[in-house]
């Protein structure tokens, strides 16, 4: 710990210059004395100027001498801090490719016409139905996939948090996540790297949406990511006198486990919109009492 006995810090009368705009600034001024040492000067003025200053985050301190134990610090506050640790996200809606085998409905049959006293069979929905079985096609069903870059200091990034994020991978979401309903949003995982600076994880999620299904007039609601499958029989078509295959039962299954989401994955962090008084029109700008001139004693040093 730095000893900084013996260093006064006082606020410069040039101190508060403030930008508002998109990328709004404000810049304290000290002056520091009573050491030739810039250790102890840039610690006393870290502890004497605020953290944060009008919303913003103190984002670098510069100091420089002006006379022989005396020093003129500058302390200034930006957004580049709340960038820094900025949630990025990315997303793609490329869907996923999966197997189904029964059609939501059977728009035409072409009957080529082999046996004009018989009609084609009815396959109840079934897709590229043989003697062996039901084969079924691929599709692209709707997946929206993810990445939600967190930031975190290197000191909060350990085996610990790792392998807590790893055991809850492969889970789905057991309430609100995201403005998605429960079951809709899957954990992939992560990824990183370590740093020396911020270390950044990225989350990544699936999402597919819960929906609905008729069969025989009554609706049903298949959850996200839970898995329909149909128990198929063989069974003699009447009008045709084949052996073909239906639809005895479908099966709703949930194969992946819940998780409460928020025990893991970090709050979105974003920019403040406005985070100095008077940056929008309808904001009154708050007075904040200037600093005092600096009093000279009859030394010639500065108080």
């Known amino acids: ?16 210059s403030t930008n508002l705009s998109r990328d709004p600034s404000v810049e304290l001024v000290y002056n520091a004395h009573g050491t030739e040492d810039d250790i ?6 870290a502890k004497e100027a605020p953290a944060v200053y009008r919303g913003l985050k103190r984002s670098s301190i510069d100091v420089k001498p002006v006379d022989y134990n005396v020093w003129e610090a500058t302390v200034n506050y930006t957004l580049d801090e709340d960038a820094r640790f900025q949630t990025d ?4 809606t490329t869907g996923k490719t999966q197997k189904i085998f029964r059609s939501y409905a059977t728009e035409s049959v072409i ?21 062996e079985g039901v ?17 975190y200091s290197p000191d909060q990034v350990d085996t610990n948090l790792i392998q807590k994020l790893s055991q809850a991978t492969g889970s789905i979401n057991d309430r609100n996540f995201r403005n998605f309903t429960a079951g809709e ?15 950044t994880i990225n989350f990544e999620f699936a999402v597919a949406e819960t929906w609905t299904w008729t069969n025989d007039g009554k609706l049903y609601t298949i959850e996200g990511w839970n898995y329909l499958w149909f128990f198929n029989i063989p069974q003699m078509d009447l009008a045709t006198g084949y052996t ?16 409460t989401f928020g025990n893991f994955v970090p709050d979105l962090v974003g920019i403040p919109s406005n985070p100095l008084p008077g940056n929008a029109e309808n904001d009154e700008a708050v007075p904040v009492p200037a600093p005092a001139p600096p009093v000279q004693t009859p030394g010639g040093e500065i108080a």
């Open 1 to 16: 710990m730095v000893d900084i006995t013996g260093v006064t810090v006082t606020e410069n009368i040039s101190s508060r």
């Open 40 to 45: 102890k000067v840039t610690t006393a003025v």
């Open 89 to 92: 996200i990315s997303w793609t």
């Open 111 to 131: 009957d080529f016409d082999r046996n004009p006293w018989q009609q084609p069979p009815n396959f109840n929905g079934l897709i590229n139905c043989t003697t």
């Open 135 to 151: 084969e079924g096609v691929e599709v692209t069903l709707p997946v929206l996939n993810f990445t939600e870059s967190h930031k």
């Open 185 to 199: 949003v899957l954990f992939k995982g992560i990824s990183g790297n370590t740093s020396n600076d911020i270390v």
């Open 244 to 259: 073909i295959q239906i639809p005895m039962a479908a099966y709703e299954e949930r194969v992946y486990p819940y998780t």
